[in-house]
């Protein structure tokens, strides 16, 4: 099942999406909003699910899906947290800039608590005041959970998910330095982020989602040329239970809470740092590693972070290349 | 006015509260939940007022306000960011380690991002799965915000502030230096945090809402015995204003968001650290900074953090001893 949210309000009006993103039918008489389902998903599920399948038959009225109509399946939400699930991109970052990684980032998660209160639909430029405070994409996969339990194991947090989408985690890496430095997380450093236009339960990902991680290339291109095909489900050292049940160590978790994968990153083929697109690699997710690694190789960041005018695209691709959580495609403006 | 939510369901049902918090009106036929409300303020405000005038003229049905049958005002809320405006209590417990405060920090607002989706009711007990953990308490004030547009200057972010309330940020102490050298800020380290049972329009709160800062001693009880009564008017570095437009640089805020000043904190008469009550000081917000002081004065610190069984009370009082927010009470129990 795909759905998503239609612009209107505050949060949206929930639609169920037919698998191939053309058409799509109200599901407003189930549940207004896609947080309301979440809130009630025992209930709201199967009869979701139900209309999906007689959108499928084309059984009940139907209107064209178009992505730029979508909001974010979640315009606000009561959690975003975001790991690093992919410890090799923190790894790179940390040896371009001469610093140590301790051993613990390959063991204990890395996550922050991001804010949730706004989120971009997924065609909205990236407002951004000054370029000069480094702004860069960072291409993701989130899932969105049901309650949790505090203290959940990584088994019942897997059990907990109920639909994963894609996320582009707008960073302005130039204020990120300071604010880790006073050690509090990230508060003007991570402006709003952007999800795909459409999020899909577990089961309708057949045999992408498997481990708890979502498997595939992240296709991220920027000014219309290839920049990253990492796979999502290669290097991520922590699936997405191992992330939830870290974040509900302490707390339980409410349902519609986001939890996002960290920046998708693969290792180069001789476990080195990976190569561009050009040379052969996978490319990056996100502008600081391609910076990392020509700071490793040249001493010398040269690819410049986003500026006014820039185009992001982020999607995945089902077997006969159709995007399956629909496309992010964001242009850079001045704010 | 003052603003409440009676349990029921996962945003509670709003409520009117008389000035003495003795009786209460249903709001829910002007809208259904504080969310609610605050996502229509223009509209819903006036409405509330007047529901208030009415209800402190006894002309409509009311019903006795117990704060044992009151929700968190926001049971759950699409953003909590919390500042450390009391720059001394930052400067002590750094002393206390000894490390150095860097000078910025008197100028450059401390504020993280918090877990929002889930706090607990006034009266809830405070799940600790571990005593080890550290557990304390933190008295603060906070604000509940309107719309707050990117790059707002202090001004525009004063007139913002819809409601005013008091908060116990609840801290694990023992698990905050690990996750503070990872550089991304509190997750495991900050569990749901508890609001007052009621939240104060900023006009009703007369002299004590003025430069953006709730004025007054915040009442803290610990078992029973007195343990603060610092004034939160005084050696706050940053306003509220301030503070939020620190949060609004670099993007817009939702309305909805509760922003907190960090743990209420006065130095000593004498400039440094100050007293605890039963020397004739006004004590402590929170139990570290009582440790702080005795590592400084005695080389070790000999008040331990909460235990299961402990009780917390936090208040703030009008002119003739009366509860202005209601009061959290909250025992802390095995999780």
Not at 51 to 75: G, K, Y
């Amino acid at each position: 099942m795909k759905l998503a949210s239609l612009k209107g309000g505050r949060d949206g009006r929930l639609v169920v999406v037919s698998d191939d993103l053309a058409w799509c039918a109200e599901a407003g008489h189930i549940a207004p909003t896609l947080q309301a389902a979440l809130d009630d998903w025992e209930h709201a599920e199967p009869l979701l699910a139900n209309l999906a399948t007689d959108l499928q038959h084309e059984v009940i009225p139907m209107m064209r899906f178009h992505e730029r109509n979508a909001t974010s399946p979640l315009p606000r939400a009561y959690q975003w947290a975001d790991g690093s699930a992919y410890v090799n991109h923190v790894a790179l970052v940390r040896q371009a800039r001469g610093a140590e990684m301790p051993e613990s980032f390959w063991t204990d998660p890395l996550m922050y608590q991001g804010g949730s209160d706004g989120f971009l639909a997924p065609r909205d430029p990236i407002p951004l005041a000054d370029e000069a405070w480094g702004c860069d994409l960072e291409a993701e996969v989130v899932v969105v959970t049901g309650d949790v339990p505090q203290g959940a194991t990584r088994a019942e947090a897997l059990a907990a998910i109920r639909l994963v989408g894609l996320a582009n985690d707008v960073s302005l890496r130039n204020l990120i330095p300071a604010e880790l430095a006073k050690g509090f997380g990230f508060v003007q450093s991570k402006p709003a982020s952007t999800f795909s236009p459409v999020f899909v339960t577990p089961d309708s990902l057949g045999d992408r989602w498997a481990d708890g991680k979502l498997h595939g290339p992240l296709m991220v291109d920027l000014n219309g040329t290839p920049f990253g095909r990492a796979d999502a489900g290669i290097d991520m050292t922590f699936d997405f239970g191992t992330l939830i049940a870290h974040l509900a160590k302490t707390r339980a978790i409410v349902a519609g809470s986001i939890i996002g994968s960290g920046t998708v990153s693969n290792r180069g083929t001789d476990g080195g740092p990976g190569k561009p697109i050009a040379a052969g690699g996978v490319g990056y997710s996100c502008i600081a590693e391609v910076r990392t690694v020509e700071t490793i190789e040249s001493g010398a960041a040269t690819t410049p972070f986003l500026k006014h005018g820039d185009t992001v695209r982020i999607w995945m691709e089902d077997e006969r290349h159709h995007p399956i959580f629909g496309t992010i495609e964001q242009v850079v403006e001045a704010a």
